[in-house]
T-cell receptor, first 113, second 110 residues
Framework: NAGVTQTPKFRVLKTGQSMTLLCAQDMNHEYMYWYRQDPGMGLRLIHY???????AKGEVPDGYNVSRLKKQNFLLGLESAAPSQTSVYFCASTPARRSSEAFFGQGTRLTVV | QQPVQSPQAVILREGEDAVINCSSSKALYSVHWYRQKHGEAPVFLMI?????EQKGHEKISASFNEKKQQSSLYLTASQLSYSGTYFCGTERTGANNLFFGTGTRLTVIP
């Protein structure tokens, strides 16, 4: 099993450009999450989804949009990238039952210049 | 909504013990603990549910005090492989999301 796969692993964007990060999981998990990780700030929740067709805002949703059209995929979009969005992005998934282990992807390192 | 972790960083010699704390201002349903090596994804260690239980994983154990909304991770007889950043993750009562703390960087030296 691949688990949670993020695409791409690295990307450099110019300010104002747009892009989409893809998260795919093959564990039939209901819940999926997008986090960003910055030095000294830990993992901060951007958006999350509790099932196909649903999304909700986390702690730091501004500047990002998400979609969960298929259960196995959770997309994170940046419509107009800003240098403040330079970060490492992690996707995670958990089963529907509460208090389950979260499985993380390997991360996407995004630099906005 | 992020839980608060302390200390931010700690350096240990092999064989020494450490405690990492995690606290929240919200009512918690559970607390997760993860370890992240540099350049890698976080890896699950354990989950504690409300009820004050204590769990163990080799020489790493944790407790959860639901009345105080606090959890502590105990690392005993530390090994070089314990080095990394430790994160607590919290699930609030009545919520479906998972928030992580700012992390504690643990360095074990020979």
């Amino acid at each position: 099993n691949a688990g949670v796969t993020q695409t791409p692993k690295f990307r450099v964007l110019k300010t104002g450009q747009s892009m989409t990060l893809l998260c795919a999981q093959d564990m039939n998990h209901e819940y999926m999450y997008w986090y960003r990780q910055d030095p000294g700030m830990g993992l901060r929740l951007i958006h999350y989804s509790v099932g196909e067709g649903t999304t909700a805002k986390g702690e730091v949703p501004d500047g990002y949009n998400v979609s969960r059209l298929k259960k196995q995929n959770f997309l994170l979009g940046l419509e107009s990238a800003a240098p403040s969005q330079t970060s490492v992005y992690f996707c995670a998934s958990t089963p529907a039952r509460r208090s389950s282990e979260a499985f993380f992807g390997q991360g996407t390192r995004l630099t906005v210049v | 909504q992020q839980p608060v972790q302390s200390p931010q960083a700690v350096i240990l010699r092999e064989g020494e013990d450490a405690v990492i704390n995690c606290s929240s201002s919200k009512a918690l349903y559970s607390v997760h603990w993860y370890r992240q090596k540099h350049g890698e994804a976080p890896v699950f260690l354990m989950i504690l549910l409300k009820g004050g239980e204590q769990k163990g994983h080799e020489k790493i154990s944790a407790s959860f005090n639901e009345k105080k909304q606090q959890s502590s991770l105990y690392l005993t007889a530390s090994q070089l492989s314990y080095s990394g950043t430790y994160f607590c993750g919290t699930e609030r009562t009545g919520a479906n999301n998972l928030f992580f703390g700012t992390g504690t960087r643990l360095t074990v030296i020979p």
